[in-house]
């Protein structure tokens, strides 16, 4: 089933090789439309990137829970006239090790993210399954979703969504973790940070 899908990570291979769409891992990057600008440096520090937060937990990511195709809202159209395509998002299931801010008593959060499978996007954050992460996270607000995204927020009981893509994903190395952000990386101490 949809659970027992793996989640690749591409980090460690070799960025210049080429590659054919159909050989990508599953890449998924953080959707922050709802909140912010998706690309680019956003945040310059920690603590700018927490004042738009409503959880920070250190987790472990245990799979995909589903997929889905979510419309854009309104407009459907571009300026042609053209209907817009629809995103492929998948919801992942991230098991709560520490709450670092914000409250839940959620032992396993859903995270709702656009699925880049044989795409090649600058700064795309990648989980994989299994890997132990921190993430700065928002509650997405279904109201203002589409009607897709408020279908999965019923099904899951509320959606988190990462709160400045790649910024928003933090790689624990012992006390220290670091932002997989290739434009602008944010550094924390683990141990320290207090929201």
Do not use: H, W
């Amino acid at each position: 089933g949809a659970g027992s899908r793996s989640i690749l990570s591409s980090r460690a291979q070799d960025r210049t090789s080429p590659r054919k769409a159909q050989d990508s891992p599953r890449i998924l990057r953080p959707n922050c439309a709802l909140r912010g600008k998706s690309d680019g440096p956003l945040y310059e520090s920690v603590e700018q990137l927490a004042v738009d937060t409503d959880l920070v937990i250190r987790g472990r990511v245990t799979g995909v829970l589903t997929e889905f195709e979510d419309g854009v809202g309104e407009p459907a159209f571009d300026e042609r006239g053209d209907p817009l395509p629809k995103v492929k998002k998948l919801v992942i299931e991230v098991e709560v090790l520490r709450i670092m801010q914000g409250t839940t008593d959620r032992v396993r959060v859903p995270v709702v993210v656009n699925d880049t499978t044989g795409m090649v996007a600058p700064d795309t954050p990648t989980l994989r399954e299994g890997e132990e992460v921190v993430l700065f996270l928002f509650d997405v607000p279904a109201e203002r979703g589409s009607v897709e995204i408020q279908e999965q927020d019923g099904a899951f009981g509320g959606l988190f969504g990462v709160v400045g893509g790649s910024q928003g994903v933090f790689d624990v190395i012992g006390d220290v973790a670091i932002s997989r952000s290739d434009v602008e990386p944010l550094r924390m101490d683990v141990a320290e940070y207090r929201g």
